[in-house]
Structure formats: C-alpha cells, structure tokens
C-alpha cells in the first residue's frame, strides 16, 4: 500500500522535479488571449481588470443601498 503510493508520487514528477499541477500553473501565467483584430492580451490583465471593475461595481451598490436606507430612516422619523 505505502509503495503505491510513492509510484503515484514519483509519477506525478517529472525530470525536473516539478508537479504536474506546477506546471499547468505555469502554463496558465504563460497564456495569452487572441483578440479578433489578432492583437494578443494577457489573460491575468484581462482577470485583474474584470476583478477590480467586479469590486468597484459592488462598491458602488453597497453605497446606493446605504444611501437608499438613510433616506428610508429620515422619512420616517
């Protein structure tokens, strides 16, 4: 049982001692998006910028909500 385990281990490395999820981690950062206009952008870029719109939009929806429940508490007092 013990020695199967350590096949799967040795398996799972390759010459340079790298996992396979290394390198499909590698791959990944390495990946580029080809546009329709055949200009090529960078996939993390374009996950950053959705990511920080993403955050910006929920900021923006937390203020208007708050906002909308202040309006609500001073109508009502």
């Given amino acids: 049982m013990e020695h199967n385990k350590e096949v799967a281990k040795h398996d799972?490395?390759?010459?340079n001692g790298t996992t396979s999820d290394e390198r499909r981690i590698t791959r990944?950062?390495?990946?580029r998006l080809v546009m329709e206009d055949g200009t090529?952008?960078?996939i993390n870029e374009k996950a950053d910028?959705?990511?920080k719109n993403f955050r910006h939009q929920l900021k923006i929806?937390?203020?208007d909500s708050?906002?909308?429940f202040q309006?609500?508490?001073s109508r009502g007092v």
């Fill in 71 to 73: 309006e609500r508490i």
């Fill in 12 to 15: 799972d490395l390759n010459i």
């Fill in 28 to 31: 990944m950062r390495n990946c």
């Fill in 49 to 51: 910028a959705f990511i």
């Fill in 61 to 63: 929806q937390r203020q």
């Fill in 66 to 68: 708050l906002k909308r």
């Fill in 40 to 42: 090529r952008e960078d």
